[in-house]
C-alpha cells in the first residue's frame, strides 16, 4: 500500500530503519545492516567439486608479511600458465540473505551461506583467470594464512607454497614500512602472528616449502623446483620477467634486477644476539637458528 512505502521511506531517511514482514509479524531491521562471513560450523567441502567449482588447482602462496610474495608473485606470474594477479582478499567477500525468503530457497537448492560464499570466491578468481587467458591462477595474500582452512575446504584441489623468511628480517622490515604505525617490538609481536599462521598451515598442509633467501641467492634452482611441483615446465622467462629495474611493492630493503636476469639478495641474516627472543622459537621450527 502506498501509505506503508511512504512510512517506509520516512523511518529509512530519519532513522535508518525500515519495517518488514517476516512470519507475518512487522519488524524493524536495519537498513544496511554489514553482513558477517559465515560461521566455521558452515564451513564445508562442495557438494559437487565438478559443477560447483570452475577453478582447477588454484594456487596459494601462504607467507607472513614481508616476507618477499610479491618477488614470489611476479616470478610465477612471468610463466606463461600462471596468471599471478595482486592481492585479492576473497576471503574478506561474504553473502548474506535479503530475506527469509532467499534462505530457504538457497537451502531448497542446498546451500547454506558459506556455500554461497565459496561459489562468488570461485567465479570471481575463474573471471580473473579467464581474462588472462592462462591456465592457472596464483594468489599470494599473506592474510589468507589464517584462512588456510577454508581455503583448503573450498578447493579441496588447491596447492599451496609456503614462502618462509628469516624471521627477524620479516619484522625489522615489517616495521621499516611503517615506522609511524608501529614500534620495533610492535612490528615484532605482530609479524610473529602471520608467521605462526604460516606454521600451522605447513603442519596441516601439504605443500611446496620456498625460502626467500634460496630464491633471491639462486632463482633459477628454486623455480625450477617450484615447476616441478606444479608439473608444468619450467620458462627461463620468469627470471627475466621485466625490462627495467624495480622496487617491488611491499618489500623496501631489496630490488630486483631484471636486466641482466637475477634477483639481489636481500639484507645479511642477524646472527643470534639479533634476534628478538619472541622470534627465536620460530627461527628455531624454520631451521633459522640451531635447536639448543
Given at each position: 500500500?502506498?501509505?506503508?512505502?511512504?512510512?517506509?521511506?520516512?523511518?529509512?531517511?530519519?532513522?535508518?530503519?525500515?519495517?518488514?514482514?517476516?512470519?507475518?509479524?512487522?519488524?524493524?531491521?536495519?537498513?544496511?545492516?554489514?553482513?558477517?562471513?559465515?560461521?566455521e560450523e558452515?564451513?564445508?567441502?562442495?557438494?559437487?567439486?565438478?559443477?560447483?567449482?570452475?577453478?582447477?588447482?588454484?594456487?596459494?602462496?601462504?607467507?607472513?608479511?614481508?616476507?618477499?610474495?610479491?618477488?614470489?608473485?611476479?616470478?610465477?606470474?612471468?610463466h606463461?600458465?600462471?596468471?599471478?594477479p595482486?592481492?585479492?582478499?576473497?576471503?574478506?567477500?561474504?553473502?548474506?540473505?535479503?530475506?527469509?525468503?532467499?534462505?530457504k530457497?538457497?537451502?531448497?537448492?542446498?546451500?547454506?551461506?558459506?556455500?554461497?560464499?565459496?561459489?562468488?570466491?570461485?567465479?570471481?578468481?575463474?573471471?580473473?583467470?579467464?581474462?588472462s587467458?592462462?591456465?592457472?591462477?596464483?594468489d599470494?595474500?599473506?592474510?589468507?594464512?589464517?584462512?588456510?582452512?577454508?581455503?583448503?575446504?573450498?578447493?579441496?584441489?588447491?596447492?599451496?607454497?609456503f614462502?618462509?623468511?628469516?624471521p627477524?628480517?620479516?619484522?625489522?622490515?615489517?616495521?621499516?614500512?611503517?615506522?609511524?604505525?608501529?614500534?620495533a617490538?610492535?612490528?615484532?609481536?605482530?609479524?610473529?602472528?602471520?608467521?605462526?599462521?604460516?606454521?600451522?598451515?605447513?603442519?596441516?598442509?601439504?605443500?611446496?616449502t620456498?625460502?626467500?633467501?634460496?630464491?633471491?641467492?639462486?632463482?633459477e634452482?628454486?623455480?625450477?623446483?617450484?615447476?616441478?611441483?606444479?608439473?608444468?615446465?619450467?620458462?627461463?622467462?620468469?627470471?627475466?620477467?621485466?625490462?627495467?629495474?624495480?622496487i617491488?611493492?611491499?618489500?623496501?630493503?631489496?630490488?630486483?634486477?631484471?636486466?641482466?636476469?637475477?634477483?639481489q639478495?636481500?639484507?645479511?641474516?642477524?646472527?643470534?644476539?639479533?634476534?628478538?627472543?619472541?622470534?627465536?622459537?620460530?627461527?628455531r621450527?624454520?631451521?633459522?637458528?640451531?635447536?639448543?
Amino acid at each position: 500500500m502506498n501509505w506503508q512505502r511512504t512510512v517506509n521511506d520516512a523511518l529509512i531517511r530519519f532513522t535508518g530503519f525500515r519495517l518488514a514482514r517476516a512470519d507475518r509479524t512487522l519488524t524493524a531491521v536495519t537498513a544496511s545492516a554489514p553482513v558477517s562471513a559465515a560461521p566455521e560450523e558452515l564451513v564445508r567441502p562442495p557438494a559437487d567439486p565438478q559443477t560447483d567449482r570452475l577453478l582447477t588447482a588454484p594456487i596459494f602462496i601462504l607467507s607472513p608479511v614481508r616476507s618477499g610474495s610479491t618477488l614470489l608473485r611476479a616470478v610465477l606470474g612471468a610463466h606463461s600458465m600462471l596468471h599471478a594477479p595482486h592481492e585479492l582478499h576473497v576471503r574478506r567477500l561474504t553473502v548474506g540473505f535479503g530475506t527469509s525468503l532467499s534462505r530457504k530457497a538457497m537451502e531448497a537448492l542446498g546451500h547454506n551461506q558459506a556455500d554461497l560464499e565459496h561459489l562468488l570466491w570461485d567465479r570471481v578468481l575463474h573471471r580473473e583467470l579467464v581474462r588472462s587467458g592462462k591456465s592457472f591462477i596464483v594468489d599470494k595474500t599473506p592474510a589468507n594464512a589464517f584462512a588456510f582452512g577454508r581455503i583448503a575446504t573450498c578447493w579441496p584441489d588447491a596447492r599451496f607454497i609456503f614462502l618462509l623468511r628469516h624471521p627477524a628480517s620479516i619484522a625489522a622490515s615489517w616495521h621499516e614500512a611503517s615506522p609511524d604505525r608501529r614500534t620495533a617490538h610492535e612490528a615484532t609481536l605482530d609479524a610473529l602472528r602471520y608467521m605462526r599462521a604460516v606454521q600451522r598451515a605447513r603442519k596441516a598442509l601439504a605443500g611446496l616449502t620456498v625460502r626467500y633467501e634460496d630464491l633471491t641467492g639462486d632463482p633459477e634452482t628454486e623455480t625450477r623446483r617450484v615447476c616441478e611441483f606444479l608439473a608444468i615446465p619450467w620458462e627461463a622467462g620468469m627470471l627475466s620477467y621485466g625490462e627495467q629495474e624495480v622496487i617491488a611493492k611491499g618489500l623496501g630493503d631489496w630490488k630486483e634486477k631484471i636486466q641482466s636476469g637475477t634477483v639481489q639478495q636481500g639484507r645479511d641474516l642477524p646472527g643470534e644476539d639479533g634476534i628478538p627472543e619472541e622470534l627465536k622459537p620460530i627461527c628455531r621450527s624454520w631451521g633459522y637458528l640451531a635447536k639448543p
